[in-house]
């Protein structure tokens, strides 16, 4: 079985003109503020995370349905990933919570920025 690893063609290569860090901070960025954006709203617009209103809201109609879906089944591969990723060490595990707390799409790309920077315990 092979290990996944970061080749260092990947840390130097270039993506529409940025660097593979530069690009996944600002996914991460823009992963973390436009779905807030929309949670915010719906928080005051009297939403709940409580699991009865979140998951009625979730599973409203069946776009609503296939998106959540979507994105659960995404974040659950993606912490296994994580979990298979020993060469990352034991700091790996701050993606988690992360992804079921704030959101998949700020903790997917901010943990591969965290992989490919030193101190990471990324594969060099």
């Not at 998949?104 to 992989?115: D, K, M, T, V």
């Amino acid at each position: 079985m092979t290990r996944f690893s970061y080749t260092p063609a990947i840390r130097s290569a270039n993506f529409a003109g940025m660097k593979p860090r530069h690009l996944l901070a600002a996914i991460a960025v823009v992963g973390l503020l436009l779905p807030w954006f929309y949670n915010l709203q719906y928080f005051a617009h009297g939403g709940s995370v409580l699991p009865g209103v979140f998951f009625q809201h979730a599973f409203a109609n069946p776009l609503a349905t296939a998106i959540t879906f979507d994105v659960y089944l995404a974040a659950i591969a993606f912490s296994v990933g994580v979990g298979m990723d020993r060469a990352a060490g034991g700091l790996r595990w701050w993606a988690i919570p992360l992804t079921f707390l704030v959101g998949l799409s700020f903790a997917l790309p901010g943990y591969l920025w965290w992989r490919l920077g030193r101190g990471a315990g990324a594969v060099r």
